[in-house]
Protein backbone atom coordinates (compact mmCIF):
# COMPACT_ATOMS: atom_id res chain seq x y z
CA UNK A 1 0.00 0.00 0.00
CA UNK A 2 1.37 3.20 -1.15
CA UNK A 3 0.58 5.82 1.66
CA UNK A 4 -1.00 9.14 -0.13
CA UNK A 5 1.87 11.35 1.49
CA UNK A 6 4.31 9.62 -0.67
CA UNK A 7 2.27 10.21 -3.79
CA UNK A 8 1.67 13.75 -3.38
CA UNK A 9 5.62 14.51 -2.44
CA UNK A 10 6.62 12.81 -5.60
CA UNK A 11 4.31 14.83 -8.12
CA UNK A 12 5.21 17.77 -6.00
CA UNK A 13 8.73 16.95 -6.93
CA UNK A 14 7.82 16.62 -10.62
CA UNK A 15 6.42 19.70 -10.90
CA UNK A 16 9.03 21.35 -9.08
CA UNK A 17 11.78 19.82 -11.83
CA UNK A 18 9.89 20.91 -14.42
CA UNK A 19 9.70 25.00 -13.22
CA UNK A 20 12.73 24.94 -11.24
CA UNK A 21 15.31 22.98 -13.41
CA UNK A 22 18.83 22.01 -11.74
CA UNK A 23 22.38 22.99 -13.38
CA UNK A 24 23.33 20.82 -15.52
CA UNK A 25 27.06 21.90 -15.20
CA UNK A 26 26.70 21.36 -11.26
CA UNK A 27 30.59 19.52 -10.83
CA UNK A 28 31.66 16.37 -9.01
CA UNK A 29 34.00 18.20 -7.09
CA UNK A 30 32.69 21.28 -4.47
CA UNK A 31 34.21 24.10 -4.17
CA UNK A 32 34.28 24.94 -0.42
CA UNK A 33 34.66 28.32 1.47
CA UNK A 34 36.90 29.04 3.73
CA UNK A 35 35.54 26.98 7.53
CA UNK A 36 34.45 29.09 9.97
CA UNK A 37 35.50 27.91 13.76
CA UNK A 38 31.68 26.15 13.65
CA UNK A 39 32.40 24.51 10.60
CA UNK A 40 35.80 23.07 11.84
CA UNK A 41 34.65 19.45 12.21
CA UNK A 42 33.90 19.65 8.50
CA UNK A 43 36.97 20.73 7.46
CA UNK A 44 39.22 18.64 9.13
CA UNK A 45 37.32 15.57 7.10
CA UNK A 46 39.21 16.49 4.00
CA UNK A 47 42.49 15.38 5.66
CA UNK A 48 40.82 11.79 6.66
CA UNK A 49 41.71 9.28 4.29
CA UNK A 50 39.83 6.51 6.40
CA UNK A 51 36.20 8.42 6.28
CA UNK A 52 33.75 6.06 4.52
CA UNK A 53 31.86 9.45 2.91
CA UNK A 54 35.64 9.98 1.12
CA UNK A 55 37.27 9.23 -2.00
CA UNK A 56 34.59 6.46 -4.00
CA UNK A 57 31.99 7.02 -0.88
CA UNK A 58 31.29 2.80 -0.38
CA UNK A 59 27.92 2.81 1.30
CA UNK A 60 25.95 5.55 -0.39
CA UNK A 61 24.50 5.72 -3.14
CA UNK A 62 25.95 6.71 -6.70
CA UNK A 63 25.88 10.17 -7.73
CA UNK A 64 24.46 10.52 -10.77
CA UNK A 65 26.39 11.74 -14.00
CA UNK A 66 26.59 14.92 -15.24
CA UNK A 67 24.49 16.49 -12.14
CA UNK A 68 23.82 17.03 -8.69
CA UNK A 69 21.00 15.06 -6.97
CA UNK A 70 17.82 16.30 -6.69
CA UNK A 71 17.00 15.40 -2.89
CA UNK A 72 19.21 15.09 0.56
CA UNK A 73 17.40 12.24 2.77
CA UNK A 74 18.83 12.71 6.23
CA UNK A 75 17.64 10.18 8.86
CA UNK A 76 18.05 7.81 11.19
CA UNK A 77 18.84 4.34 10.14
CA UNK A 78 17.84 2.45 13.42
CA UNK A 79 14.69 4.33 13.37
CA UNK A 80 13.16 4.66 9.88
CA UNK A 81 16.13 3.16 7.38
CA UNK A 82 13.87 -0.25 6.71
CA UNK A 83 10.17 1.03 6.38
CA UNK A 84 9.50 4.90 6.02
CA UNK A 85 12.63 5.96 4.68
CA UNK A 86 12.76 3.41 2.12
CA UNK A 87 9.24 4.32 0.97
CA UNK A 88 9.86 7.27 0.39
CA UNK A 89 13.34 6.74 -1.43
CA UNK A 90 11.19 4.41 -3.25
CA UNK A 91 8.41 6.58 -4.56
CA UNK A 92 10.66 9.64 -5.44
CA UNK A 93 12.88 7.51 -7.17
CA UNK A 94 9.95 5.69 -9.24
CA UNK A 95 9.06 8.98 -9.70
CA UNK A 96 12.43 9.85 -11.76
CA UNK A 97 13.87 11.82 -9.09
CA UNK A 98 17.42 11.80 -8.21
CA UNK A 99 17.67 11.12 -4.74
CA UNK A 100 21.05 10.63 -2.35
CA UNK A 101 20.29 7.89 0.82
CA UNK A 102 23.01 7.14 2.78
CA UNK A 103 23.51 3.46 2.70
CA UNK A 104 26.46 3.43 5.65
CA UNK A 105 25.61 2.11 8.99
CA UNK A 106 28.99 2.44 10.17
CA UNK A 107 30.97 5.13 11.22
CA UNK A 108 34.82 5.64 11.26
CA UNK A 109 34.93 9.33 11.44
CA UNK A 110 32.38 11.44 13.76
CA UNK A 111 33.10 14.14 10.69
CA UNK A 112 31.41 14.90 7.55
CA UNK A 113 33.53 13.64 4.47
CA UNK A 114 34.05 16.11 1.78
CA UNK A 115 31.73 13.80 -0.69
CA UNK A 116 28.78 13.73 1.94
CA UNK A 117 28.97 17.52 2.03
CA UNK A 118 28.87 17.76 -1.85
CA UNK A 119 25.87 15.89 -2.04
CA UNK A 120 24.25 18.16 0.76
CA UNK A 121 25.23 21.53 -0.85
CA UNK A 122 24.60 20.75 -4.28
CA UNK A 123 21.09 19.05 -3.67
CA UNK A 124 18.08 21.15 -4.51
CA UNK A 125 16.05 19.98 -1.51
CA UNK A 126 16.65 17.94 1.65
CA UNK A 127 14.18 16.20 3.34
CA UNK A 128 15.12 15.56 7.32
CA UNK A 129 13.18 12.64 8.96
CA UNK A 130 13.20 13.48 12.27
CA UNK A 131 12.50 10.56 14.68
CA UNK A 132 12.79 9.29 18.23
CA UNK A 133 16.98 8.25 18.13
CA UNK A 134 17.61 11.30 15.49
CA UNK A 135 18.82 13.07 18.43
CA UNK A 136 21.28 10.85 19.80
CA UNK A 137 23.08 10.67 16.04
CA UNK A 138 26.15 12.82 15.63
CA UNK A 139 25.92 12.52 12.08
CA UNK A 140 22.02 13.39 11.52
CA UNK A 141 23.04 16.80 13.56
CA UNK A 142 25.99 17.06 11.30
CA UNK A 143 24.24 16.75 8.38
CA UNK A 144 21.28 18.93 9.40
CA UNK A 145 23.53 21.92 10.21
CA UNK A 146 24.91 21.83 6.76
CA UNK A 147 21.33 21.45 5.62
CA UNK A 148 20.42 24.50 7.01
CA UNK A 149 23.38 26.30 6.11
CA UNK A 150 22.66 25.78 2.67
CA UNK A 151 18.91 27.20 3.40
CA UNK A 152 20.11 30.53 4.74
CA UNK A 153 23.27 30.84 2.08
CA UNK A 154 21.41 29.43 -1.21
CA UNK A 155 18.09 28.87 -0.53
CA UNK A 156 17.50 25.42 -0.58
CA UNK A 157 14.48 24.00 0.46
CA UNK A 158 14.12 22.22 3.58
CA UNK A 159 11.35 19.53 4.60
CA UNK A 160 10.86 17.95 7.98
CA UNK A 161 9.06 15.06 8.65
CA UNK A 162 8.71 14.46 12.38
CA UNK A 163 8.65 11.19 12.85
CA UNK A 164 6.76 10.11 16.19
CA UNK A 165 8.19 12.82 17.48
CA UNK A 166 6.50 16.19 18.36
CA UNK A 167 7.28 19.87 17.05
CA UNK A 168 7.72 20.64 21.17
CA UNK A 169 10.18 18.02 21.62
CA UNK A 170 12.18 18.98 19.27
CA UNK A 171 12.38 22.45 19.88
CA UNK A 172 12.48 21.90 23.58
CA UNK A 173 14.08 19.08 24.13
CA UNK A 174 13.01 17.28 27.34
CA UNK A 175 13.80 13.28 28.62
CA UNK A 176 15.63 11.24 26.45
CA UNK A 177 16.24 13.99 24.14
CA UNK A 178 17.53 16.35 26.90
CA UNK A 179 19.24 13.12 27.91
CA UNK A 180 21.16 12.98 24.59
CA UNK A 181 22.00 16.30 24.08
CA UNK A 182 23.67 16.09 27.62
CA UNK A 183 25.52 13.39 26.46
CA UNK A 184 27.13 14.93 23.74
CA UNK A 185 28.08 17.68 25.96
CA UNK A 186 30.66 15.21 27.39
CA UNK A 187 32.73 14.27 24.61
CA UNK A 188 31.98 17.00 21.89
CA UNK A 189 33.20 20.76 21.88
CA UNK A 190 30.73 23.26 23.36
CA UNK A 191 30.09 25.11 20.54
CA UNK A 192 29.26 22.50 18.53
CA UNK A 193 26.69 21.16 20.33
CA UNK A 194 25.15 24.32 20.73
CA UNK A 195 25.17 24.83 16.73
CA UNK A 196 23.38 21.07 17.40
CA UNK A 197 20.46 22.82 19.49
CA UNK A 198 20.18 25.79 17.40
CA UNK A 199 19.59 23.83 14.55
CA UNK A 200 17.20 21.66 16.17
CA UNK A 201 15.36 24.44 17.35
CA UNK A 202 14.98 26.43 13.96
CA UNK A 203 14.26 23.11 11.86
CA UNK A 204 11.56 22.62 14.33
CA UNK A 205 9.70 25.95 13.16
CA UNK A 206 9.59 24.87 9.55
CA UNK A 207 6.57 23.63 8.00
CA UNK A 208 6.69 20.44 7.28
CA UNK A 209 4.78 16.38 7.90
CA UNK A 210 3.61 15.03 10.96
CA UNK A 211 4.02 11.15 10.88
CA UNK A 212 0.72 10.27 12.88
CA UNK A 213 -1.41 12.57 9.42
CA UNK A 214 0.96 10.78 7.49
CA UNK A 215 0.66 6.86 8.47
CA UNK A 216 -3.53 7.28 8.93
CA UNK A 217 -3.29 8.19 5.76
CA UNK A 218 -4.37 11.93 6.11
CA UNK A 219 -1.65 14.70 4.95
CA UNK A 220 -2.69 18.18 5.83
CA UNK A 221 0.13 19.74 3.35
CA UNK A 222 1.79 22.65 5.90
CA UNK A 223 4.66 22.91 3.29
CA UNK A 224 4.65 25.57 -0.24
CA UNK A 225 7.71 24.09 -1.76
CA UNK A 226 7.72 26.73 -4.72
Given at each position: ?105 LRVSEEIGPELLCNITQSTISISIISENYISSK ?43 DAHKKNMEEMVVKEWEEALKEVSFLKGWESEKI ?12
Amino acid sequence: MVFPFFSFISNSFRFFSRHFPLNLNCQLNCKREEPTHSEDLNSRASSSSNAPHGGDHEGGDKRPKGNAYEVFLNFRGIDTRKNFTDYLYTSLTDAGIQVFRDDNELRVSEEIGPELLCNITQSTISISIISENYISSKWCLHELVQMLKCKRSKGQIVLPIFYKVEHSQVRHPIGRWREAIDAHKKNMEEMVVKEWEEALKEVSFLKGWESEKIDNGYLILQQNIV
